[in-house]
């Protein structure tokens, strides 16, 4: 059936090309359609041709070179610099063989593609070889470094499963059974281990698949993999909304047990999630309490995933089409829109989100081409759920810090190391920068560092105030001098004995990392301030912290010694990634168009009920309150 399809597509792509292009072979390559040409400078220079063909073929289409045009490597290496602006600041060119592509890495990407893509196309036209353009992240990332190589070095094998997966994808059968269900397997009336399985007649696919690191017990640390209508051999796609723990951190245990298809989510999600799922494997082997799965698994993972940009119109299986849209909850957070069978039903998961406009990020989306089911989150959900704006939260942030500083103390705050310390970040160098608070180091401590080093990778998924600072007017704010990375105890010893100064460091909770033992030494010093800003789980250290508990017995030089605590605690609300109860009941007011039904997960038992109640009497829309275990027809 798949190559009945592959032969069809191949006619169509033909018949639609000028007679000159050579066409010398067609192939599907996981979603998309490759076609390998002798002379790609034809096709590239027409741009309309391949966006008119695509659209027709309503699938994805890659120009590749066949192998016999392609310029000798060093030759190419010359080319390459002599196309490309000096300014653009290449920082390494390699070669994939599998694919013909050259990978250029630099550090003013834009300026590789040229305008309208002119200087990319000249390389085609002169090499033969078509440009992968990276970005060279202006702090150097470990992480990005690491998923880049094995991309690299896994091309054929990346190539042998994309084929297979291409065949899966494009069988071309027609949707026969007008149905889809979704089945509750985690995150339903509870916060943690996010995960549901869509089935449809000819695919089953997995949202999320996240772990509840807060679980005291395992059983309640994983989503329920063992239902009976659950396989992992007959899984088409796993999607990912985005990289918190607690939607991607059981995805490594799929690919330990056989699972060999693809990861769907956006390049930002694939770094920042990498950085996770290394760290909680780090942590558990640590507090010997392994996980069960190791780095050879988030290796396999990193090699099964397909990056998609937000809008970017994806087929997933034979009869689900997947399009990634902006959630403004984290760097490369994503509603991940799914188009079902002819495109009668159309299922929207939102993932965490936040609609309101942050420093990192823009807003959630709320117009999509057709949406008859929602499925949304409501950790917020309550009707308690009042926060403070955004921008009263900075102020009370400036004052607390303006007044610890002014009285010679030093501010730590404990934060979570992806999305929260970013945006913090921001609103520090902002004020800084315009004088507002005084000018003292920010120490940043922790994974903070390399989460940071990945956001200045993907500028794209930035707000457009940020991107517009970054790219108009060369003014990266994550790069600024005031940011000091902290590597080691020697250096954590001289930040405790010093001059005034602020530190970002992780566990946010305080239930482990550097923000403990930075604890430990400010504590017992007035002049010093602690200041929140996420959740604290019942529970951690930070809990019994913020409830005002003055003495506190914690493990020291391999002792327990009471710490007094005599520094001033603040929480400030108003800085969380998620959508508070206006914002959800806002957000679902303005979607367009206006589902049929909403689903509601992601939030304790009686927040979940609460906001269902809600937004079925205010606007008359069939809402659902699944348990975990509970399967709910769609379609
Ligand atoms: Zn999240």
Redesign the pocket.
């Known amino acids: 059936m798949a190559s009945e399809v592959l032969e069809e597509t191949k006619k169509t792509i033909i018949s639609r090309l000028p007679e000159r292009v050579k066409v010398a072979k067609v192939e599907f390559e996981g979603p998309e359609v490759v076609i390998y040409t002798k002379n790609p400078e034809i096709i590239t220079e027409n741009g309309d041709l391949i966006r008119n063909l695509a659209k027709d073929l309503r699938k994805r289409i890659i120009i590749r070179s066949d192998k016999t045009v392609l310029l000798e490597p060093e030759k190419t290496i010359e080319k390459v610099h002599e196309i490309v602006p000096e300014d653009a600041q290449i920082s390494d060119i390699s070669f994939d063989d599998v694919t013909c592509e050259v990978i250029i890495e630099a550090l003013k990407p834009g300026l590789v593609i040229g305008k309208y893509g002119v200087t990319s196309r000249e390389i085609v036209k002169q090499t033969g070889w078509a440009p992968k353009i990276l970005r060279t992240p202006p702090i150097k990332s470990e992480i990005i470094g690491r998923i880049r190589n094995t991309v690299k070095n896994s091309s054929k094998e990346r190539k042998k499963f994309l084929q297979n997966l291409g065949q899966k994808i494009h069988t071309g059968s027609k949707y026969e059974n007008d149905w889809a269900r979704l089945t509750s397997m985690g995150g339903f009336k509870e916060v943690g281990r996010s995960c549901s399985l869509l089935q449809t007649p000819n695919s089953k696919v997995l949202l999320d698949c996240g772990v509840n690191v807060a679980a005291n017990e395992d059983k309640n640390s994983f989503p329920f993999l063992n239902v009976p209508e659950f396989n992992i051999q007959d899984l088409d796609a796993v999607v990912i909304s985005?990289a918190?723990l607690?939607?991607c951190g059981f995805v490594p245990y799929l690919y330990h047990y056989g699972y060999e298809g693809p990861v769907y989510c956006t390049t930002a999600t694939r770094d920042l999630m990498t950085l996770l799922q290394l760290d909680h494997i780090d942590i558990a082997q640590r507090e010997d309490n392994p996980l069960p799965f190791n780095t050879k698994h988030v290796q396999k993972c990193i090699k099964h995933t397909i990056c998609l940009d937000y809008g970017e119109v994806t087929d997933i299986s034979s009869d689900i089409r997947l399009t990634l849209h902006n959630a403004g909850?984290?760097l490369g957070?994503a509603m991940c829109h799914m188009h079902i069978g002819d495109g009668s039903h159309n299922l929207v998961y939102t993932?965490?989100f936040k609609y309101e406009r942050s420093r990192l990020l823009e807003p959630a989306t709320t117009r999509f081409p057709r949406a008859e089911t929602v499925v949304m989150e409501s950790t917020y959900g309550g009707r308690d759920d009042v926060h403070p704006s955004r921008n009263s939260a900075e102020k009370e942030m400036m004052k607390t810090i303006y007044k610890t500083l002014k009285r010679g103390g030093k501010v730590l705050v404990p934060v979570f190391a992806v999305g929260r310390a970013q945006e913090l970040m921001i609103v520090l160098e902002e004020y800084m920068h315009h004088g507002m608070i005084e000018e003292v180091p920010i120490y940043i401590d922790g994974m903070i560092w390399e989460a940071t080093a990945i956001h200045t990778a993907r500028p794209e998924y930035l707000s457009k105030d940020l991107r517009d600072q970054i790219f108009h007017m060369g003014r990266n704010p994550f790069v600024s001098d005031s940011f000091i990375k902290v590597t080691n105890t020697n250096q954590r010893k001289d930040i405790v004995e010093g001059e005034p100064c602020i530190i970002l460091s992780t566990s946010g909770m305080l239930t482990g990392g550097n923000s403990v033992e930075y604890f430990k030494c400010l504590c017992e010093d007035e002049r010093n301030t602690l200041i929140f800003v996420g959740y604290q789980s019942e529970g951690s250290l930070g809990k019994r912290i913020q409830k005002g508990y003055k003495e506190i017995p914690l493990e020291h030089n391999n002792k327990t010694r009471v710490f007094n605590v005599k520094m001033e605690i603040n929480t400030i609300h108003g800085f969380s990634?998620h959508s508070n109860r206006r914002q959800l009941m806002d957000y679902v007011k303005r979607l367009s168009p206006r589902p049929d039904k909403i689903i509601v997960c992601h939030g304790d038992p009686y927040k979940t009920v609460d906001l269902a109640s809600s937004i079925h009497r205010s606007y008359k829309m069939e809402t659902k309150t699944p348990l975990n275990l509970e399967c709910t027809r769609i379609q």
């Open positions: 985005h918190h607690d939607h909850h984290i957070s993932g965490d990634g």
